[in-house]
């Protein structure tokens, strides 16, 4: 028996390898006449050292990372994917990502994007997909090629 996924993670950040996890993401829903969640999680821990804490800060990231997420939504259901929704977070990535969301939403797979971090990067605050793909109970696939598994560099 093939294994069917009924409910897909998809955390989406703008980077070009969330898109491309977005995109694996929308062909696997089709196949399998399954359901897709965006996720984007604003990591508030990066405002705890503004001094000058700015609520309109916040909401200008909301607001872009809400034209980013509709943008998607809307990409998917013009291709013919009705079982689409997305979510705002806020709090720490890894953990919404990994354990919150797919218990929430009953997800069993998480498909997301190759870090974009570089191995310094990755060493001094750690990779989400690094994480998520060690803890997350449910299936993880982590995208790094496009629709037609073909390598692609990252744009500059």
Same mark, same amino acid.
């Given at each position: 028996? *093939?294994?069917?996924y009924?409910?897909?993670?998809?955390?989406?950040?703008?980077? /070009? @390898?969330?898109?491309?996890?977005?995109?694996?993401? &929308?062909? &696997?829903?089709?196949? $399998? $006449?399954?359901? %897709?969640? *965006? %996720?984007?999680?604003?990591?508030?821990?990066? /405002?705890?050292? &503004?001094?000058?804490?700015?609520?309109?800060?916040?909401?200008?990231?909301? @607001?872009?990372?809400?034209?980013?997420?509709?943008?998607?939504?809307?990409?998917?259901?013009?291709?013919?994917?009705?079982?689409?929704?997305?979510?705002?977070?806020?709090?720490?990535?890894?953990?919404?990502?990994?354990?919150? /969301?797919p218990?929430?939403? $009953?997800?069993? *797979?998480?498909?997301?994007?190759?870090?974009?971090?570089?191995?310094?990067?990755?060493?001094?605050?750690?990779?989400?997909? @690094?994480?998520?793909?060690?803890t997350?109970?449910?299936?993880? *696939?982590? &995208?790094?090629?496009?629709?037609?598994?073909?390598?692609?560099?990252?744009?500059?």
């Amino acid at each position: 028996m *093939l294994q069917q996924y009924k409910n897909i993670l998809v955390p989406i950040d703008g980077s /070009f @390898e969330s898109e491309l996890a977005f995109k694996k993401a &929308v062909a &696997v829903a089709e196949r $399998n $006449n399954a359901s %897709v969640h *965006l %996720v984007h999680v604003i990591d508030t821990r990066a /405002f705890q050292n &503004v001094s000058s804490f700015d609520s309109t800060m916040v909401e200008q990231i909301t @607001e872009k990372a809400k034209e980013t997420v509709k943008g998607y939504v809307k990409t998917a259901k013009d291709s013919g994917l009705e079982n689409i929704d997305y979510s705002i977070e806020y709090g720490a990535p890894k953990a919404i990502i990994a354990t919150e /969301f797919p218990k929430k939403l $009953n997800v069993d *797979l998480i498909m997301i994007g190759a870090t974009g971090l570089n191995a310094m990067e990755r060493l001094l605050i750690g990779s989400v997909t @690094e994480y998520v793909t060690r803890t997350a109970a449910c299936d993880v *696939l982590v &995208v790094r090629t496009d629709l037609d598994n073909k390598s692609i560099k990252k744009p500059k």
